[in-house]
C-alpha cells in the first residue's frame, strides 16, 4: 500500500470552521458495507438506523487546553503544545521555533504563571520538557491554556466547550474524538429509547492520532502510543450485545482502536488499560467492532487508511466523492458518515 492510494482532492470550501449548530443538525451520510449503497441523512435521524439489542461506545475523553503561548527567557515568542505526562512533572511536547528553543532554557507562560524549561529532543521530533506552575497544573492550563484545534481551523473558538463532546468527563486529549462532536444530551437519551446501552471507554488522542504519515509504504509508518481504558462495565456491554446477536456500534476511530485492542477472536472484548500503538490499514480483521460512526478525515491520514480498512478503499473514497458533490462540510467540525 502506497501513501498516494489515500489521496483525494477536497475543495477549501469544503472545510468545515465552525460546528453545526445545533450539533445534530449535522448531516450524515450513511454507507452500507455490504453493497455500497448511499444514503443521506441528519444526524439527529441516527436511532433510526440503529437496531435495539445493539451497543453504541462513546470515548469520554475530554480535550486539555494544552497550548501555551508564551516567550523565552532570553526574548522572542515561543508556543508549546503539551502531548502526555511523564515522571516528576516532565512532559513530552512540541515546540514552536523548535530549532530556536536549545536544551535547559526557560520558557515563561501566563506571566510566570507556568513555566517549562526545554530538554532534549525524542526520535520522533517532539521534546521532554519540565513543567513548574504555580498551584495545580490543571487548574492553571485551564486559565492560560487554550484547546489545540486542527491548524485548519483559522479562527480561535468562541466557546471551546464546542470542541468537547458532551459526555467528555476524562482530562486528557489533546484533539478531540470529533465524531462524538454530533451528539446532544437529547440524542443520547433517544438512542437509549431505541433499546441500546451506551458503552463508555477512553483513549486520551494524543500524537499518535493525528501525525502525519511520512513515508511511501504505509505499513512502515509507526504511531505513537495513546492511553486507553475499557472498563468492566463497557466490556461487560459489548460482550452483552455480541451474545444477543446485536452489533457494536462504536462513536470515532479511537474508539474503534481502543476495542480492537482488547478484541478477542470470538469478537468479546476484556477489560483494561494501557498503551495502543495499534495501526489498523486495509487487511486487518476487526473483531469487536461491527458498525462505525466517523467524521471525513484528511487525505494521507491513518484516520481515512482506518476508515477504509472497515469500509474498503475505494468504496470509501467513491463516498468521499459523493459527499464533496453534495456539499458535505469535512474534518473536525464537519458533517459525519455511518458506516453499517
Do not use: K
Not at 52 to 70: F, M, Y
Not at 119 to 127: A, L, M, V
Amino acid at each position: 500500500m502506497r501513501l498516494a492510494d489515500f489521496d483525494y482532492v477536497l475543495p477549501r470550501d469544503r472545510i468545515a470552521q465552525s460546528p453545526a449548530a445545533p450539533r445534530d443538525s449535522a448531516r450524515l451520510l450513511v454507507l452500507s458495507r455490504a453493497d455500497g449503497t448511499i444514503a443521506h441523512r441528519v444526524f439527529r435521524d441516527l436511532p433510526d438506523a440503529l437496531r435495539p439489542g445493539d451497543a453504541l461506545v462513546l470515548n469520554n475523553t475530554r480535550v486539555l487546553p494544552a497550548r501555551l503561548r508564551g516567550r523565552r527567557d532570553t526574548g522572542g515568542a515561543v508556543e508549546l503544545l503539551l502531548l502526555r505526562p511523564g515522571a516528576d512533572g516532565v512532559w513530552e511536547a512540541l515546540v514552536r521555533p523548535g530549532r530556536r528553543v536549545r536544551e535547559g532554557q526557560r520558557l515563561i507562560f501566563g506571566n510566570g504563571a507556568l513555566e517549562a524549561t526545554a530538554g532534549r529532543r525524542t526520535p520522533t521530533g517532539t521534546r521532554l520538557v519540565t513543567l513548574a506552575c504555580r498551584g495545580d497544573l490543571l487548574t492553571v492550563l485551564h486559565e492560560i491554556g487554550e484547546m489545540p484545534v486542527p491548524p485548519y481551523i483559522e479562527r480561535r473558538l468562541d466557546d471551546p466547550e464546542c470542541y468537547q463532546t458532551v459526555y467528555a468527563e476524562r482530562e486528557g486529549a489533546v484533539a478531540a474524538p470529533t465524531a462524538g462532536l454530533h451528539f446532544t444530551q437529547a440524542l443520547l437519551e433517544a438512542v437509549r429509547a431505541r433499546g441500546l446501552d451506551l458503552a463508555v471507554v477512553t483513549l486520551h488522542v494524543g500524537l499518535g492520532t493525528f501525525r502525519a504519515v511520512e513515508v511511501d509504504d504505509v505499513t512502515a509508518h509507526r504511531m505513537d502510543a495513546e492511553w486507553y481504558e475499557v472498563p468492566q462495565a463497557a466490556a461487560d456491554i459489548v460482550n452483552a450485545a455480541r451474545a444477543r446477536g446485536g452489533r457494536v456500534v462504536v462513536v470515532g476511530t479511537t474508539g474503534v482502536r481502543t476495542l480492537e485492542s482488547v478484541a478477542q477472536d470470538d469478537g468479546t472484548v476484556r477489560p483494561g488499560s494501557g498503551w495502543t500503538e495499534l495501526f489498523i490499514t486495509p487487511g486487518f480483521r476487526f473483531r469487536a467492532t461491527d458498525a462505525l460512526i466517523t467524521n471525513f478525515h484528511l487525505p494521507r491520514t491513518t484516520l481515512l487508511m482506518l476508515v477504509s480498512a472497515f469500509a474498503g478503499r475505494e468504496r470509501v473514497l467513491a463516498a468521499y466523492q459523493v459527499a464533496v458533490r453534495e456539499g458535505y462540510r469535512f474534518y473536525s467540525f464537519g458533517d459525519a458518515m455511518l458506516i453499517a
